[in-house]
């Protein structure tokens, strides 16, 4: 049985949160590029368009993270798709976090008075030049605090990454523990490392809304 000190298992632990962090970076960002496409579409003039964007929310909010995983990692290569767990990660969180930040854009563009769409209409502005010079804007102020709130929940859904053979912090954790069997120290650790990564987002965004919230009462 090989033997790990407490040291060697911090390390491992702390080399396998780099992907952590990775994987939730690029999930946030390109979750977010996909979000803005889908806000523009959700608060569009065609109802067909809204449709849509409301079918792919009701879609990846409906079904549990682990389950489409699955599909990505099990149900492409039935198609033909050879996936890597990876891509399959990357390419599920990034649908994952688009459909609930489209949905937090959409209630800050809706908390933007009516009155701002009619301004840029009376100025001869089409839809789109209203939502990016006027409302867009506006909202984006109110939209930071939720945003990075939702942070804090994607780099704890790269934990379920691990079901389809990821190798992330939880994963390292386990694999290390079915060797070493020192689970309660391990796990500890594990733990400690994702509290590290999340408090600080959840400190942040709770100064952020409470700033907010004393602008508004001036």
């Known amino acids: 049985m090989t033997e790990f ?5 911090a390390r491992n632990l702390l080399l396998a949160a ?7 970076l690029i999930a946030f960002v390109c979750g977010g590029a996909v979000g803005l496409l889908l806000l523009a579409m959700r608060v569009s003039p ?5 449709r849509v964007v409301v079918l792919y929310v009701e ?3 409906g079904t549990p993270l682990v389950m489409q995983l699955f599909v990505a990692f099990f149900g492409l290569p039935l198609l033909g798709v050879e ?6 990660a990357t390419v599920t969180l990034t649908l994952y976090t688009s459909a609930y930040l489209v ?3 959409r209630g800050c563009v809706e ?20 939502l990016r010079y006027i409302v867009w804007p506006q909202a984006k102020k109110i939209s930071v605090a939720p945003t990075v709130g939702f942070l804090v929940q994607v780099v704890k859904s790269t934990a379920l990454t691990s079901i389809i053979g990821f190798i992330e912090l939880t994963k390292t954790g386990s694999m290390i523990t079915n060797t070493a069997f020192r689970p309660f120290p391990i ?20 100064r952020l809304q409470q700033a907010q919230l004393a602008q508004a009462r001036r």
Do not use: E, H, K, N
């Open 5 to 9: 000190t407490l040291w060697d298992i």
């Open 18 to 24: 780099r992907w952590t962090v990775l994987l939730s």
């Open 59 to 61: 879609l990846f909010q």
């Open 46 to 50: 065609l109802p067909w368009l809204r």
């Open 111 to 130: 908390a933007v008075s009516r009155g701002q769409w009619a301004a840029g209409a009376s100025l001869g502005m089409t839809f789109g030049q209203q």
């Open 187 to 206: 796990y500890g650790m594990v733990a400690l490392l994702y509290f590290a990564m999340c408090f600080p987002l959840t400190l942040y965004a709770r």
């Open 83 to 88: 996936v890597s767990p990876w891509v399959a």
């Open 103 to 105: 949905d937090i854009w």
